[in-house]
């Protein structure tokens, strides 16, 4: 299942809201995580099932969508969020990963 | 805390292999399957396959076949990754995670670098 997420790059202030697309070449269900990549940490599961906040995941962020199209969308930005996010399906092997999104600030 | 803490960096020859190691704390190392993941820059983050260290059962991306060897080591709670007959398209830094139901932890990666 190839994962194609959108943009590529993002920029954008402290405070605003963004959104981060991921489109699968099939239907997925909704077997679908979305992580967050920072230099020097290991990468931090958000979301998982397309929608369910990780246990300590920031309400600010949220996930949707079902089938083909999901969204991950991060409210009111705060510095500690820019990073890169990847989607990833397992809905099927081999296991796909989205191309990811750099998020940075404006 | 669950904590998966890999080897350090690699230099290696082409030709050559290379084993990395990937130790786990702070849950049952025999429950959970270990992944295997390789990030190149501009390529993306790709699935190498899994080992359930419970009894060994691996699964691995048709496109790793015959490139890497997951094994793990219960007495000492660490996985393992052999890759062979390196070439300049192996270097990466190879993440191992855990998996329950997605990675829910991650280790901070190894960086091979395959270069005469």
């Known amino acids: 299942v190839q994962m194609t997420q959108s943009p590529s790059y993002l920029a954008a202030s402290p405070g605003e809201s963004v959104s981060i697309s991921c489109k699968a070449s099939k239907s997925i269900s909704n077997n679908l995580a979305w992580y967050q990549e920072k230099p020097g940490k290991a990468n931090k599961l958000l979301i998982h099932?397309?929608?369910t906040l990780q246990s300590g995941t920031p309400s600010r962020f949220s996930g949707s969508g079902s089938g083909t199209d999901f969204t991950l969308t991060i409210r009111s930005l705060e510095s500690e969020d820019f990073a890169v996010y990847y989607c990833?399906?397992?809905?099927?092997?081999?296991?796909?990963f989205g191309s990811g999104t750099k998020l940075e600030i404006k | 805390q669950v904590q998966l803490q890999q080897s350090g960096a690699e230099l290696v020859k082409p030709g050559s292999s290379v084993k990395i190691s990937c130790k786990a704390s702070g849950y049952t190392f025999t429950s959970y399957d270990m992944h295997w993941i390789k990030q190149q820059p501009g390529n993306g983050l790709e699935w190498i396959g899994w080992?359930?260290?419970?009894?060994?059962?691996?699964k691995y991306n048709q496109k790793f076949n015959g490139k890497a060897t997951l094994t793990a080591d219960k007495s000492s709670s660490t996985a393992y990754m052999q890759l062979s007959s390196l070439t300049s398209e192996d270097s990466a830094v190879y993440f191992c995670a855990r998996w329950d139901y997605t990675f829910d932890y991650w280790g901070q990666g190894v960086m091979v670098t395959v270069s005469s």
């Open positions: 099932s397309g929608s």
């Open positions: 080992i359930y260290p419970g009894n060994g059962n691996t």
């Open positions: 990833q399906q397992y809905n099927e092997y081999p296991l796909t």
